[in-house]
């Protein structure tokens, strides 16, 4: 049911049917009023599932088809990494403006030629990164901005999650997977996010990875500097036995501590520690994704600027790359 109706609904193609959907789409589009229009999975009986379970108006064939759909007019990507790139490329050729799942794709050359395809049309291509959306991200950087803790000195983010099954694609090399993909990604993009409050970007200085087989990561911890001074340290790992994604940034005159940034649903909570006091702010347990595809569709309705851009997705990228290569493995 619908609690905030668009005066002209985002009509929304849904690529697979993944375990990600219901919470990244389908319940941030109910409560918006957008409409998701269709949907494709590789196995047509898993796409049926899916519609009647989230009430999706039909099920097409394949994901061409619904990329080529007249009705649909966005493009949800959250297909295995590998997949990201090729069909973002679909979907713009087909001048569908695209909301990927991240990463953005196996590696920065390939998301390199997804910003070239498009730039000369102008469409909307976001990746998700849903935590930059909510009002603890924007409190967070309210703070630095105000000089709240002073000048940061360091900066800790943990990502933990729950082992997946062994047939996930997360552990394979072939569709790009892997915790760096997977978690470091976001530990990476919030680094970069942080730049400006530590002299500029972020240069990774190491990474050590707990291998699954010959190429694939199952865990890994990543270093960082900052031209000011500042250091960062992210650990990640999908083998770990809960959910957990914290951010501590130490300043010189205190500390900000977001207990789940990734899931503030989960626990809003941010904690302000200055020379005087510890306090605990309460952000709002409405979701991430709620929020960015409120943007999301602000963007493609009216043009209000984003956050982050297409050019933001490659240099992700490259710090993922380069990660890899610190860690003594190819990128994807």
């Known amino acids: 049911m619908s609690t905030a109706q668009h005066p002209e609904p985002l009509r929304i193609g ?9 919470s990244a789409i389908v319940g941030p589009a109910n409560t918006l009023g957008h409409r998701l229009v269709a949907v494709a999975a590789r196995d047509r009986g898993r796409a049926e599932v899916f519609a009647r379970k989230y009430g999706v108006e039909r099920v097409v064939d394949d994901y061409q088809s619904l990329i080529d759909d007249p009705e649909v007019e966005v493009i949800y990507n959250p297909l295995a990494n590998s997949l990201h790139a090729p069909w973002n490329l679909a ?25 070239d395809a498009a730039r000369p049309d102008g469409l909307v291509v976001l990746e998700a990164f849903h935590y930059l959306f909510h009002p603890m991200m924007k409190r967070t950087f309210e703070l630095l901005d105000a000089g709240t803790i002073g000048d940061i000195r360091n900066v800790d983010i943990v990502m933990g999650m729950p082992e997946p099954g062994p047939d996930d694609p997360r552990w394979r090399y072939d569709l790009a997977g892997g915790a760096i ?75 900000l501590f977001l207990h789940d940034f990734l899931g503030p649903n989960r626990d809003d909570r941010l904690a302000v520690t200055t020379t005087e006091r510890t306090t605990i702010e309460n952000m709002g347990t409405r979701s991430t994704y709620t929020y960015q595809l409120e943007a999301f569709a602000a963007a493609v309705r009216d043009g209000t600027p984003l956050p982050i851009g297409i050019d933001d997705a490659i240099e992700n990228m490259g710090y993922i790359d380069a990660a890899y290569r610190a860690a003594g493995l190819d990128p994807r």
């Open 14 to 22: 849904v690529l697979g049917a993944s375990r990600i959907a219901e």
């Open 181 to 255: 993909m997977d978690l470091g990604c976001y530990g990476l993009h919030l680094f970069r996010m942080l730049g400006r409050y530590c002299g500029g970007a972020p240069g990774i200085t190491g990474a050590r990875a707990l291998l699954r087989d010959a190429q694939v990561d199952e865990a890994c911890s990543i270093s960082v500097e900052y031209p000011g001074g500042a250091s960062g340290f992210n650990t990640n790992s999908m083998v770990s036995g809960e959910y957990e994604f914290t951010c501590h940034i130490i300043g010189s005159d205190g500390a």
């Open 91 to 115: 979907a713009i050729a087909a001048g569908k403006s695209v909301l990927t799942e991240k990463p953005f794709a196996r590696n920065a050359i390939e998301a390199a030629a997804v910003r």
